[in-house]
């Protein structure tokens, strides 16, 4: 059984940052594909970033690039996404995922999800 627990959400004012991480627990892999996603009420569970098992490849949705970072640390089993430049639009509950593999940006190619997180920018 796999354990992911969020931390780092809350309320931010527009312009400011936050980092999140995930941190994961019991039968663990360092072998492939960790990501971050976030849904907004009444929307769908969109993709933000992902990170290969060797942290050689990175990919960002087009609304967060340049903005936030992608990050992980296999020894202590953590999942990190640093956000700056934080917009009123990026409001909305971060779930980090483990255990991916095929295409990234799909939530059904994870395994392994955490509970969720809120973040809220005002205006």
């Known amino acids: 059984q796999v354990q992911l627990v969020e931390s780092g959400g809350g309320l931010v004012q527009a312009g400011g940052s936050l980092r999140l991480s995930c941190a994961a627990s019991?039968?663990?892999?360092?072998?492939?594909?960790m990501g971050w996603f976030r849904q907004a009420p009444g929307k769908e569970r969109d993709f933000v970033a992902a990170?290969?098992?060797?942290?050689?490849?990175?990919d960002y949705a087009d609304s967060v690039k340049g903005r936030f970072t992608i990050s992980r640390d296999n020894a202590k089993n953590t999942l990190y996404l640093q956000m700056n430049s934080l917009k009123p639009e990026d409001t909305a509950v971060y779930y980090c995922?483990?255990?991916?593999?095929?295409?990234?940006?799909?939530?059904?190619?994870?395994?392994?999800w955490g509970q969720g997180t809120q973040v809220t920018i005002s205006s």
């Open positions: 990170i290969s098992w060797d942290s050689a490849a990175t």
């Open positions: 995922a483990s255990g991916g593999y095929g295409d990234d940006r799909k939530p059904t190619s994870y395994r392994d």
């Open positions: 019991g039968r663990t892999f360092s072998t492939n594909t």
